[in-house]
């Protein structure tokens, strides 16, 4: 592909593919993408799913940055690549004119550490295609996290770009003291159109229809109390709120974003029924079960997960406005403009910019609103991006030394420890000026996130006829940092400012793998290991089950081993196991409460301790299913069940060392008996 750019005839171009479900391999993919581009690379950063295979012949060298989840799964953005890359009549020297290299990113908490990856790779190898440089991994649980492997990995993958591609005379790489030129460039529009305020078409949707006629039944069952709970409206239209204090932290947020919907492909409009805390007030975590109603013609099971998309609130998008001197330009309609070849068509889009959704005749407010990510914490990466907009040689300096390797540490606790957001790094460095038409390229977009959905069988059903009932169950993040400073997700700090008879647009997505070695054996035993809100999937099991003895048909046994910190405060949905008679036929929960006493007490302890009844599910050809939180977790969990075959040990002596136990756990992951959905 020989293109011209800046006036200049290039024949190296460079395609960057990433598999990523939270983005941390978008973040890896969009720095080797800037890598090749300071080594004169035309230069493309896409999901996998973006391209067909034979644009893979189009390239000078491709460089996938791929990600694991599940079971060993490609993330949602990459299984149609990987399917296609997968056909049989595919030739074994179909990609014997390509070149790539290959960074995976896992989570050795999981069994199949980085399995997408290796799968990728391997696969690359059998169609003939020809590795540029060796295989990287990097694993989340490095004490540096990504970065313990990544940083050094990307360092010497770019010399050897270099030598194996050389520039030709005369031309230098882009040093890092100099600014890429970005890829697009907001403008001001010259339609008269005005911006859209309220991204709705001129006639009411589905959901706003059943949110009318709700509200004229003014129906309590449903929608609680409304009077109490849908607040009053400022005059921008923003509802008011109040964000319950913290150990005595003020009240800051009165005004919650608004309640634009945005295009974003594939999602279907969900109208919140419900939004309640289901811990204490005096308890340490905020957890809380939201509500929504779905039409009826959306079909869900165990496992799947809803994605929202949360919103930056108007006070830290006024904050940016006004530190960044955007107050003229903050309201007026803009346009979009690419600044680079356009290989793959991306005038055709909205945006221009990969996965931006903005409102229609959007501006530079609703942008910060809805679309980037203001209150990240920031990548290495996005300091050596701001440092080239401040005139200050003392900030300039210290920026630059966040981008070096040598001052990791310093990064550290400057960001990741204190959790400090982009927006207050911009204000420790005030000196910064960061161009508006630029901010499309320099700030992260808003990513969604994905809840597992914790409603199954009856608790589908609702009393509104064509709607279909979803819950979730979401931990609150919000903690004191190291610098006393109350901390909240963005997410999290948009789900509670959530009040009934709100609309959003959501997404669902299929659980592949989770439920459906369970769908086609309702008898086998099931033994799931949920603390925390990790019991959200396992209860929508637990009443899937149900729902089949209720209409005459076998369930399995199903045992239950729940943790959380006290019975009182956090034994989330401990009614429902003891008030369903039906459910006592089939259902066992033994619990783990680690502060009701002395001794700390967990999962993985209750396992040991109900040694016999798991060591005999085990050898009836339980499924296994293990929900919560990642790293210790999860690892504490398997090497108790290895503990309990051990301990036990078959009649044969089979088990009678470790190896031979861990071996019988690999085997039921490879069957598919061996579950683990952590977060």
Known sequence: MTSQTNGQSHDRSALVLYASETGNSQDVAEELGRTAERLHFLTQVLDMDSIELSDLLKFTVIIFAVSTTGQGEFPRNSRKFWKSLLRKRLPPDYLDHMTFALFGLGDSSYPKFDFAARKLHKRLLQLSAKELYPFGEADEQHPEGIDGTFVDWAAEFSKHLLSSYPLPHGLAPIPPDLPLPPKYLLELSSSEQPPDETSKSSSPSEMAY?????????????????????????????????????????????????????PVPGVVEALLTKNERITPESHWQDVRELTFLL?????????????????????????????????????????????????????????????????????LRQLLTHNLDITAIPKRSFFSTISHFTDDPMHKERLLEFCNPIYTD??????????????????????????????????????????????????????????VRVQLLVAIVKYRTILRKIRQGLCSRYITSLQPNTILNVKLSRGTSFYSKIKSEPTT????????????????????????LSEGQPAGR???????????????????????????????????????????????DALRRESKLVYKLLMENAVVV????????????????????VEQEAPDGSWKSREAA??????????????????
């Open 410 to 467: 310093e990064l550290f606790d400057y960001t990741t420890r204190p959790r400090r957001s982009i927006l207050e790094v911009l204000h420790d460095f005030p000196s910064l000026r960061i161009p508006w038409n630029q901010a499309t390229s320099i700030f992260p977009l808003i990513r969604p996130r994905t809840f597992s959905i914790s409603s199954g069988g009856a608790l589908k059903q609702s009393s509104e006829a064509g709607y």
């Open 662 to 679: 861990e071996g019988y756990m690999n085997l039921l992951e490879k069957r598919g008996r061996y579950i683990q959905e952590t977060w």
């Open 558 to 604: 199903t045992v239950l081993f729940f943790g959380n910190r006290n019975q009182d405060a956090d034994f989330f949905y401990s009614h429902e196991w003891t008030q369903q008679p039906l459910m006592r036929e089939f259902l066992e929960v033994y619990t783990a409460f680690s502060r009701d006493q002395r001794e700390k007490n967990y999962v993985q």
């Open 210 to 262: 059943l949110l009318d006629e709700i509200q004229k039944r003014r129906s309590e069952q449903i929608t609680g109390n409304v009077d109490s709970h849908s607040g009053n409206l400022n005059e921008q239209g923003n509802r008011e709120y109040v964000n319950g204090p913290v150990e005595g932290e003020a009240i800051t947020d009165k005004t919650a974003p608004p309640e634009d919907l945005l």
């Open 626 to 645: 293990v929900c919560g939180s990642s790293g210790k977790m999860p690892l504490a969990v398997r090497s108790a069940l290895v503990d309990v075959m």
């Open 525 to 548: 035993p099931l033994i799931l290991v949920c603390p925390g809100t990790g019991v959200a999937p396992a209860r929508a099991l637990i009443w899937e089950r149900l729902a089949h």
């Open 295 to 363: 039409p009826e013609r959306i079909k869900y099971e165990p496992g799947d997960t809803i994605d929202i998309y949360p919103k930056n609130f108007p006070k830290d998008v006024q904050a940016l406005i006004d530190l960044m001197d955007w107050v003229t330009v903050a309201d007026m309609p803009l346009t979009f403009t690419a600044t680079s070849p356009d290989h793959f068509h991306a005038k055709s889009l909205t945006s221009l910019v990969p996965h931006l959704y903005p409102l229609q005749n959007t501006t």
